[in-house]
């Protein structure tokens, strides 16, 4: 596959592995639908490595990389409501 074929979608968790993935890899577009925002404190969802963490000292570790996203991505949309849980 040619990077510049290929668009993402990410539902929910999803998105942020799509973020993620954009973090490391080319590719066209990224569609991000009703995107989460933390973990919800479900320790499979912590464990996947998606989210950044917040240390008891407030040390973020594991931030994103919005930079190298936007270098690797040329094309974002975004797809959310008012009443996402």
């Known amino acids: 596959n040619q990077p510049e074929n290929i668009i993402i979608i990410g539902h929910s968790s999803g998105a942020q592995a799509s973020l993620r993935y954009a973090e490391l890899y ?28 917040v240390s008891s000292d407030g040390t973020i570790t594991n931030s994103y990389d919005f930079e190298k996203m936007r270098e690797n991505c040329p094309l974002w949309a975004q797809f959310h409501s008012n009443d996402d849980p």
């Open 26 to 53: 080319k590719l066209h577009g990224c569609v991000l639908v009703s995107a989460t925002y933390t973990d919800l404190g479900d320790a499979n969802e912590r464990a996947s490595g998606y989210y950044p963490r």
